[in-house]
Nanobody, 118 residues
Framework: QVQLVESGGGLVQPGESLRLSCAAS????????MGWYRQAPGKERELVAV???????NYAGSRKGRFTISRDNAKNTVYLLMNSLNPEDTAVYYC????????????WGQGTQVTVSS
């Protein structure tokens, strides 16, 4: 069994920052890529950022420069630092990880709400 537990969401004002964390636990043999998606009300889930096991990163859309993804392989944890947040960033943020127990599979967290409002 594998669990991904997210934390760090909340309500912030425009221009402020948040740091999300997602820790993977369980019978993990290896983790390949980890990343973040988000889903705003009435919209489809979209990629935010992904990071490989050796630290290569990829950001979707205009988030590069405002968002920074990082990971701690020793802790099986991925982070998302979000700066200069605006109301369009309001969404439920989901982390995922490509994990090998016996075979490779994608696992998802339960989601954490980020609300940007004045």
């Amino acid at each position: 069994q594998v669990q991904l537990v997210e934390s760090g969401g909340g309500l912030v004002q425009p221009g402020e920052s948040l740091r999300l964390s997602c820790a993977a636990s369980g019978s993990i043999f290896s983790i390949n890529s980890m990343g973040w998606y988000r889903q705003a009300p009435g919209k489809e889930r979209e990629l935010v950022a992904v990071i490989t096991s050796d630290g290569a990163t990829n950001y979707a859309g205009s988030r590069k420069g405002r968002f920074t993804i990082s990971r701690d392989n020793a802790k099986n944890t991925v982070y998302l630092l979000m700066n200069s947040l605006n109301p369009e960033d309001t969404a439920v943020y989901y982390c995922y990880a490509n994990i090998k127990i016996t075979n490779w599979s994608n696992y998802w967290g339960q989601g954490t709400q980020v609300t940007v409002s004045s």
